[in-house]
């Protein structure tokens, strides 16, 4: 599978890059709670548009299969991390491997009445900041509410449609109520999600 690599170094992280528009699949966009570019898990063309468009040669285009079992993407996620750290004193963490928030199979599994639900894609090297968010986000959650539970699922056991990822899914009696794409700043965004419980 091909997909677009940003180069952290090279990148300006400007909303108007001129990426965003090129990519036939919309697979980058700038998220303004982070203030970087990022990407959804679009399936790429690889037209190379966006590696022609980029003014700065911070995107390039990889396998990432061929790439999964080597150090590019865990480069690329400590990359992130560090400026996760540098920017919002958040410790981070990757999503593989942490057992902190449960993973689920499919949405049956959910029981409890308030849940937020934790989507994530293949490109796990952005989980370190969107993962590190949640759990920011968790722990803000669990100081106003008694009652809600965290879970996260690979987004193919999902087997439902979402326009972006990683995305956060509000669930009151099994039922989901909202739908929030891409990664989002714990500042901000916890008191918009206390406000779908309560």
């Excluded at 639900?117 to 920011?136: A, C, H, P, T």
């Amino acid at each position: 599978m091909i997909r677009p690599y940003i180069i952290l170094n090279n990148c300006d992280n400007t909303p108007g890059c001129p990426v965003i528009n090129a990519c036939p699949k919309d697979i980058f966009y700038f998220d303004y709670d982070v203030k970087k570019l990022l990407l959804n898990n679009n399936n790429c063309l690889e037209c190379g548009l966006c590696v022609v468009e980029c003014e700065h040669e911070a995107v390039s285009l990889i396998n990432v299969e061929e790439t999964r079992n080597n150090k590019n993407e865990e480069e690329y996620g400590l990359a992130l991390a560090h400026r996760l750290k540098n920017h919002y004193g958040i410790e981070p963490s990757s999503i593989i491997n942490d057992k902190k928030i449960k993973e689920i199979e499919q949405l049956d599994d959910i029981i409890e009445e308030n849940v937020l639900l934790y989507v994530y894609g293949r490109w796990l090297g952005e989980s370190y900041i969107g993962y590190s968010f949640l759990k920011e986000i968790k722990d803000e959650l669990e100081k106003e509410l008694n009652d809600i539970n965290f879970y996260k699922i690979h987004y193919p056991k999902l087997k439902r449609n979402l326009s972006g990822l990683p995305a956060f899914l509000t669930i009151k009696n099994g039922e989901i109520i909202n739908k929030y794409i891409g990664i989002k700043n714990p500042l901000y965004f916890t008191p918009e999600l206390i406000n779908n419980y309560i």
